[in-house]
């Protein structure tokens, strides 16, 4: 009896012994997941008005953070807050240690001062001005940072943030020259923390572009240098850091949509509804080492994509390109939320997967809003692994033909770069404006089924 009753004690003031305690066993073990919320267009916390773990709901939770202790195997968490799209993740508890995960989540609405018009407004009609806005938020709390300065160095171009850690710079874009790729550079400084400086900065003339910056409290003689071709695929990278020369001013040139293009239906021979899964959520690995990653950030798949298009494909790209590149990321992202790479994470955030980038542009989010739940199908009408690289001509099978030689006119006596499988890059630009030997602009569909229909794959929606 007085066994009995020292188990019942232990268990019952035991200290960290949750009500799932009487589980715990060498073969059943329990990991702790900690999670922290931010919004996805500012970076400011989110605290939560529920949280659920398989469908039961968790009592407490401190703020914008919660620690989950979950036993091992497959996990659905879903995420509730006001004036935020509920959200939905997968927690996977293995052998591995769980990595610190930030969870990005999607506003209803998007916030005014970066709503496409407002930023386009703010350029006044020079067609020759980057526009830069975003967000300053510190990195610990996700609060925002107001009186944050955002400069260009060496010249008189410089804001503050405002009391939403708001800016907006408007930084004019001189002359083209092939032999000087657009890029500057950004440095973001406030009283009491670590500046940050971002290099090689896109500058795109007629574009909008929208960051998230986090600073770190403390002092630091240097600032934290961020390069930021690290964050461009192969594609971006010929045009800003002159990996191909020459380069023409009509490559970079900003495409305004025009939606009389766009026909109004396609037959493209498939069922209108397919049994394909279809992923709302990935886990992105963080500061990675190719496939090694030391931390996590899980959002939507549309956020996802917001992200990654601008850092493989050109934001100033025609807007069917940026479209077929919208559907081409999307499954190849979801392909791996549903194939993950690491218990802990889907895909990495580098080369070694699709190049994720801190910088969402009005263009590359429309191309993504577009083609919202559009993936490409493999035979079995699941979603297909979609390569694609930056120039595919001449990569095995002579010139004006892919890897895969595939006859791709549009391409021919240019230089390869990249594997050559799947869809070309550069291709997808040349077929949609129309370029020597494609005959006429195609339409971003007609792109896709060009490059992927070899494969036997189909557009699904």
Known sequence: MHRVVSIFLLLLFAPHVSLFARERSPKV???DLELRFRDSVTGTAVTPAKLLVDGAPIGRFAGDRATLTLERGVHTIAIAAPGYRTFEMKGIIGEEALLPTTVLLDRVA????????RLK????????MAVIAGYVVDDERGTPLAGTEVSVPDTNLGTETDDRGFFILGVPVHAFDPKAPPTGTLLVSREGYVPLRRER?????????VYRFRLRAGFAPLP???DESEERGNAAAWAFDERLLPIRPEDLDHWQPDEDDDPGTLDLGIPAETNATRPTSIRVGMSCSCRSCSSVIVMSIQTYVKHVLPAEWIASWHYNS???????????????????INENYDICSNGCCQTYGEAT???????????????LLDESWEIARSEYSAENNDTGCGDCYTGTCLYDPVDCGRSANGHGRGMCQWGSQHWATGAENAGWPRFYIWILLHYYKQYGWYLGF
């Open 322 to 340: 940026l479209r077929a590149g919208a559907v081409a990321v999307r499954s190849y992202g979801g392909w791996h939320a549903l194939h993950p």
């Open 224 to 226: 934290e240098i961020i």
């Open 361 to 375: 542009y009005p263009s590359t989010d429309a191309a993504t809003n577009i083609t919202i739940g559009q993936y």
């Open 29 to 31: 073990p329990f990991h």
């Open 201 to 209: 900065v896109a500058l795109l003339p007629g574009t909008q572009k």
């Open 121 to 128: 407004a703010f350029a006044g009609g020079e067609e020759r």
């Open 110 to 117: 998007l916030p005014e001062e970066v709503s496409p018009a």
